[in-house]
């Protein structure tokens, strides 16, 4: 989007700004001091006390975060002390159990946090929940007092989370678990350490008007599939599963990949439009490309009912595809009701239309092709951050720069055609047309660039904070 003339707004916002980087590191120390005063303890050492005071920290950070989040959303916190092992991978290695419980029950004493639901841990069932918190009224008018924003405001430090994370099943639960770093792991994690260094050069916003916020909010709040939109949450990390390294590895993390579809095309990178492309039937393509195959023009979900049902088809099919054994009764999320079918003829006319592959199905192959989704996206990030320009993954789709879309492309194809040989289409989604600078006639178009701004102030207040922070941080690399 071009870059549009500051006004007498953008100058106060910038002074506030001067103070933003200072104001919550003040207010952290301000509020470690009122729990130091209604505790009844000693002084701590000055090794524990830095501990303490990250604690106060981190709790407080994760609040302010929670409070600028599309909807509102609740903070979490694990208060098993073994969680806080040195030996835990996926624990920030600056918590100390002893200190985060100082910290949290001497905000809950202040009335600074509220309780929603304590944590749990079910031992038959083999299943708990964190302790859930949220912010009070009284903390809430305080975080408004700081001005600026949380994602903005205070730097994020890369080094205190894993970013490699392995999951599997114990004891029939679903967990996160250690594992041994190798050549393997040093090598996806080094490679997260490059994309996310340079996803923090950018700055990734959704432009929509002040008034569409509380919509978005609303509708998140009814999808139980979607998390609030939390602008700090910029950067990737890993998931594998099965217990190997070779099985899942997707990436999550991005907020981006968390806005509804009908959101996504109002995604601004540094204040620019984006525009998104896709693979299209990526996980087809590549079961054909297993066999040394190719599946062909035909589209992989048209083709079974001559081009009707073909998101009910597309379901059906990767139902099929991460299944390990056959499905004899309809899988959950597969509603059949009012069609002409059965889930059986559904099934076998997949079969029949994908005969080659049909050794595939049910074999839990869903977790191999994410493997190689993840290895295809890895591919292509590493190639647009060596070109400066980064690209935001969701699944095997990417958002970028409407000015980078070609060259979006051409690293599609290039990450395809040196792992198999071979190329897949590629889709185009919908993108928002800016407002150019000038009419046709040449006139100008000031007064409704400087309306929208009004309109829009939310997305451009943050851009602004942005293009401070980056003027800041670049002015103190030359110096």
Not at 37 to 44: A, G
Not at 285 to 306: C, P, Q, T, W
Not at 349 to 375: C, M, T
Not at 456 to 479: A, C, H, I, P, V
Request: aromatic content about 12%.
């Amino acid at each position: 989007m071009l870059l549009k003339s500051r006004n007498s707004q953008e100058l106060t916002l910038l002074i506030t700004l001067l103070y933003c980087w200072m104001m919550f590191e003040s207010f952290v120390d301000e509020i470690a001091l009122e729990i130091e005063e209604i505790e009844e303890r000693h002084s701590r050492a000055e090794s524990v006390q830095q501990r303490f005071r990250y604690a106060v920290r981190t709790i407080l950070l994760d609040c302010w975060k929670a409070s600028k989040s599309i909807p509102v959303r609740v903070c979490q916190i694990n208060r098993r002390s073994n969680f806080y092992s040195n030996t835990n991978r996926y624990a920030d290695p600056n918590l100390a159990y002893r200190q985060v419980t100082q910290a949290f029950e001497g905000l809950l004493n202040l009335g600074l946090i509220f309780i929603e639901r304590q944590g749990f841990y079910d031992r038959q069932a083999f299943s708990g929940g964190l302790t859930q918190y949220i912010p009070t009224k009284k903390l809430l008018e305080r975080l408004t007092a700081l001005e600026g924003h949380p994602a903005l405001s205070v730097e994020t430090n890369l080094s205190t989370s894993e970013m490699v994370l392995l999951r599997d099943r114990v004891s029939g639960r679903r967990m996160i678990i250690d594992y041994e770093d190798d050549e393997v792991t040093t090598g996806y994690r080094d490679n997260l350490i490059v994309i996310n260094s340079e996803y923090a050069k950018h700055w990734l916003d959704l432009r929509i008007p002040d008034k569409e916020v509380p919509v978005l909010a609303k509708l998140h709040k009814r999808d139980e599939d979607k998390q609030p939109i939390d602008f700090s949450k910029r950067y990737l990390y890993r998931v594998f599963t099965r217990g190997s390294f070779k099985k899942g590895g997707r990436f999550y993390g991005g907020w981006w990949q968390n806005v509804k579809k009908q959101y996504r095309p109002y995604i601004t990178i540094d204040e620019d439009f984006t525009t998104e492309r896709d693979y299209s039937q990526l996980h087809p393509h590549l079961m054909y490309f297993s066999i040394n195959k190719k599946m062909g023009k035909e589209d992989a979900y048209g083709r079974v009912f001559d081009g009707e049902h073909r998101d009910l088809v597309k379901v059906a099919f990767n139902a099929m595809t991460t299944a390990e054994t056959t499905l004899i009764s309809c899988p959950t999320g597969l509603n059949l009701t009012g069609y002409d079918f059965t889930w059986r003829e559904l099934r076998q006319r997949i079969i029949n239309a994908h005969k080659p592959i049909e050794h595939l199905f049910f074999k839990g192959e869903g977790v191999n092709l994410q493997y190689e989704d993840s290895q295809i996206v890895e591919d292509i990030l590493l190639q647009s951050c060596a070109e400066k320009a980064p690209v935001y993954p969701i699944h095997d789709s990417f958002i970028v720069k409407k000015s980078s879309s070609d060259a979006l492309e051409e690293m599609m194809r290039r990450a395809i055609h040196d792992r198999y040989g071979e190329d897949i289409p590629i889709d185009q989604k919908l993108t928002v047309e800016e407002t150019p600078l000038y009419k046709e006639d040449g006139t100008s178009n000031i007064e409704q660039l400087v309306m929208e701004d009004r309109q829009y102030s939310q997305w451009f207040d943050r851009n602004t904070m942005w293009l401070f922070n980056k003027g800041k941080s670049e002015s103190s690399r030359t110096r």
